[in-house]
């Protein structure tokens, strides 16, 4: 069982930034690929970006390429996603995502623990 617990959303203007952690229990956080999801009102949830144990075993939407990075701290068992220059349109809940195996995966139904979620909102 993982528990995954994000914090770090909030409000910003367009291009700025924020970065989002997401703190797992539980053990062999390093057995799990984690993501980060985000949903808008009104629309599917869809993938940002997912990282595996290795920080070669990475992926990007193509939405927030050069402009969002995936990074992890096994010895912290926290996932953190740094957003530069936000957008209006990255206005979602975002969601942090953990699914057993060392491949890098962009489904939702992939994944088998789900945080709450945290709200970001970008400004015009």
């Known amino acids: 069982q993982v528990q995954l617990v994000e914090s770090g959303g909030g409000l910003v203007q367009a291009g700025g930034s924020l970065r989002l952690s997401c703190a797992a229990s539980?053990?062999?956080?390093?057995?799990?690929?984690m993501g980060w999801f985000r949903q808008a009102p009104g629309k599917e949830r869809e993938f940002v970006a997912a990282?595996?144990?290795?920080?070669?075993?990475?992926d990007y939407a193509n939405s927030v390429k050069g402009r969002f990075t995936i990074s992890r701290d096994n010895a912290k068992n926290t996932v953190y996603l740094q957003m530069n220059s936000l957008k209006p349109e990255d206005t979602a809940v975002y969601y942090c995502?953990?699914?057993?195996?060392?491949?890098?995966?962009?489904?939702?139904?992939?994944?088998?623990?789900w945080g709450q979620g945290t709200q970001v909102t970008v400004s015009s």
């Open positions: 539980g053990r062999a956080f390093s057995n799990y690929v």
């Open positions: 995502a953990a699914a057993w195996g060392s491949q890098v995966r962009s489904r939702t139904n992939e994944y088998e623990y």
């Open positions: 990282i595996g144990w290795s920080l070669g075993n990475i």
